[in-house]
């Protein structure tokens, strides 16, 4: 008996090094809001008592476009979009609940009407009748679910390799390292406190085709801003929330114009998802990008631009 007691403390005193060794603490609240927070950032709170960062840039009387990142991102994703539209467009971008400077969610869920809720919420701050909603795989999710409770504020949508259909990726073709490890119990708990950069970087790399993207600089504000204070507790929090996957009937139901744009080498979402989306909305277009992998606004930055434009002019004739 005694040999087992001495086994046992033997792995308990490993454990603990381990965790002492290899333990990543959160970042400093105070010190990521200087560095990721500057002009022309703001922090707004809203209706529901949730503050939120968040960046409003251009005209005010432009059609304004709201940008959802995807995730484990937070707004910076978009800054292609933001340099490249803010001359002519209101562009809105903001760090959903759980993620960059926004921090964890004032109620501590993570559910679709959750995440809708804050997009109603901050038009209504912002004083937005009528606008274009766009998202990136997650942030794609909560644009089609907003477009189906709200569709009449909705000039458009513009979903870019969203999450949301009921495709799957095959198996052995890809994935993302930190989002296995966020869906794996037990697991996943040893995330709210052991945090390596080398995963962050390898699952950013697993993400894209496009290898430029993955910057040194990059990699340090997904690892930086995953570690703000609450962000890794929500995060688990929200892989544990059940997901709505949407139907035909629902996407069906979905006639306002849409913009699809998708990375032909997705490992996360399949291009095949695109094609499901295209085939229900009754007035979509659907642009696949060769050699782009889960983020095409980073990746081809000037290539989706351009396609987005075009489509946006098709828009601004029709809004009041």
Known sequence: MKWVLRILGVLVALLVVVFLVFRVPDTDRDAMRAKYGGEPSQFVTLANGQEVHLRDEGPRDALPIILLHGSAADLHTWQPWADGLSSDYRVIRYDQIGHGLTGPAVGGTYTLADFTGDVERIADHLGLERFVLGG???????????????????????????????????????????????????????????????????????????????????????????????????TIDRFATKRVVYSDEDIRSLTMPTLILWGEEDALTPVEAGTWYHKRLPSSSLIAYPGIGHLPHEEAPEATLTDLRAWLNTLEPEVP
């Open 136 to 234: 990136n795989s997650m942030g794609g999710w909560v644009t089609a679910g907003y477009a189906l409770e709200n569709p009449e504020r909705l000039a458009g949508i513009v979903l870019v390799d969203a999450s949301g259909s009921p495709v799957r990726r095959t198996s052995g073709s890809g994935g993302n390292t930190g989002f296995s490890i966020a869906t794996t119990p037990v697991l996943n708990q040893g995330m709210r406190f052991i945090t390596p950069r080398s995963i962050i970087e390898r699952s950013l790399s697993q993400s894209v085709s496009n290898q430029e993207i993955v910057t040194p600089e990059a990699v340090d504000r997904y690892w930086e801003l995953l570690r703000y204070p609450g962000n890794r507790a929500a």
